[in-house]
């Protein structure tokens, strides 16, 4: 389980998140959505490690990010929104160089699933830097869960993609449900609503809204009205 109690995070005189409380159940897709700014990469990179709370404090199954950072780390996998990559390094020696990182009994039966998965087996010994822009997301997701953590945390993983590369993505994001714990920053409502058991809506650095993605789609759709004022003069002609 994962679990933020209290957490804010300040950057100088912005604060980026205050005061979140949320827990994420073993197993379920969670999503995240939110405008820019909202504080959403901030939440995940403070799961990742990358950041630490200003105050409260983050735990993935019952360890506290902040004081054990390698534990923490070998149960999570991350796709961040802009992956950055060994572009020299063909597909299969750039998972090799991760694999020893992450694991030294990983080996090249691995690697090999680990690139079907994501269908880039057939470009195992082409080099990164030939990649178009939906290969290269689909080799950073094959780091992100070579070592296969049990929970994978995706930044926007289908964020101008073309149509066929997201939806191989959200294919394999679906395949994982109940297997493992998914943490998902999306902009795309549909996106949330097909993949996710609950999400969380963020704005101003706050958790707004919490729920299943169908219940949050129907107070949404509850709540929308609009108002239409009409010009006198425009009243006085229409008679």
């Known amino acids: 389980m994962i679990e933020f109690k209290g957490v804010t995070k300040r950057f100088g005189e912005i ?4 005061g979140i409380d949320l827990k994420i159940e073993t197993g379920e897709i969670f999503g995240i959505a939110g ?3 909202a504080g959403k990469t901030t939440l995940v990179r403070m799961l990742c490690a990358a950041l630490h709370p200003d105050s409260g404090a983050v735990f993935v199954n019952g360890v506290n990010v902040s004081e054990n950072e390698v534990l923490v780390k070998r149960y999570i996998g991350y796709l961040p929104e802009e992956p950055n990559l060994y572009e ?3 597909a299969r020696r750039f998972l090799q160089f991760f694999g020893r990182l992450y694991d030294p009994d990983i080996g090249e039966e691995r690697i090999k699933e680990v690139l079907g998965l994501v269908g880039l087996l057939d470009r195992a010994e082409s080099p990164i830097s030939t ?3 939906g290969m290269r997301h689909r080799i950073s997701l094959a780091r992100a869960i070579l070592h296969d953590p049990p929970i994978l945390i995706l930044d926007e993983p289908t964020m101008g993609l073309d149509p066929a590369v997201a939806t191989a993505i959200r294919d394999l994001v679906y395949s ?3 297997e493992k714990t998914v943490v998902l920053c999306t902009h795309y409502m549909d996106e949330a609503e097909r993949l996710c058991d609950r999400m969380a809506i963020l704005n101003q650095g706050r958790v707004v809204a919490l729920g299943t993605p169908e219940r949050l789609k129907e107070d949404v759709s509850k709540t929308l009205g609009k108002e239409v004022t009409l010009d006198e003069a425009f009243v006085h002609y229409t008679r």
């Open 35 to 37: 405008p820019n700014g």
């Open 131 to 133: 990649f178009s822009k």
């Open 176 to 178: 994982m449900k109940g």
């Open 15 to 18: 604060t980026a998140l205050k």
């Open 88 to 90: 020299r390094l063909t």
